[in-house]
């Protein structure tokens, strides 16, 4: 089945300080979202971005399908936005079904 | 907004129990999803079904069972509970393949 990637695993920032976070996967992909667990276990969605780029607020996500990645920016960081950050793609194999990245463990201190 | 429920959000349960976690969206949506998380780790895939009366394992080996007698409602049930069952289980819909997929709020299962 198709490996999903996350990087880097755990990510210390600042408030008010950018970060990228990267989604790599090893086929191509007909599904593509980012989500956001928060302290609850609730999954967040942020981004559904098979291809292309979009933008929400401070958040924004860039998914070059032909290179096999895609990226979260997280841009003037709050401390609300600490949690974990899930990428999670489909094939065609696969169907509808997502498999999920380990995830990267944002902690943004005051 | 997502309309997907899960009930209970907490449970703590003994071993040899046999427990039902519930799951209802209100979205119409034709496929649904669970997920098995441990504590840190990332979703796996246990069941899913394509509509009703369709039903599939997923690439997580499981204990549970599940089933889709309506589309709104689909269940997932432990016959009986052991301490690794222990995790927590999230329930997603979408409505087509190449669509959003949206997660109820997930249950903690603790048995004991």
């Known amino acids: 089945g198709i490996q999903v990637e996350q990087s880097p695993p755990d990510l210390i920032l600042q408030e008010g300080a950018n970060s990228t976070l990267r989604c790599n996967f090893s086929d191509s992909v007909n599904n593509l979202q980012w989500f956001h667990q928060n302290p609850w276990g609730q999954l967040i969605n942020l981004f559904y971005i098979p291809s292309g780029t979009k933008q929400n607020g401070r958040l924004s996500a860039t998914t070059v399908a032909t290179e096999r990645y895609s990226l979260l920016y997280i841009s003037s960081s709050q401390t609300t936005d600490s949690g974990v950050y899930f990428c999670a793609v489909g094939d065609e194999t696969s169907g509808s079904r997502l498999t999920f990245g380990e995830g990267t463990q944002l902690t943004v201190n005051p | 907004e997502a309309d997907i429920y899960q009930t209970p959000r907490y449970l703590v349960i003994g071993t040899g129990k046999k427990i039902t976690l519930e799951c209802s969206q209100t979205?119409?949506?034709?496929?649904m999803y669970w997920y098995q998380q441990d504590p840190g780790m990332e979703l796996h895939l246990i069941h899913y079904s394509y509509g009703v009366n369709s039903t599939e394992k997923g690439d997580l080996s499981s204990e549970s069972t599940v089933s889709r007698i309506r589309t709104e409602h689909f269940p997932l049930t432990l016959e009986s509970a052991r301490p690794s069952h222990t995790s927590q289980y999230l329930c997603?819909?979408?409505?087509?393949?190449?669509?959003?997929?949206?997660f109820g709020q997930g249950t903690r299962l603790t048995v004991v």
């Open positions: 979205m119409g949506h034709d496929k």
């Open positions: 997603a819909s979408r409505t087509g393949t190449y669509t959003e997929a949206f």
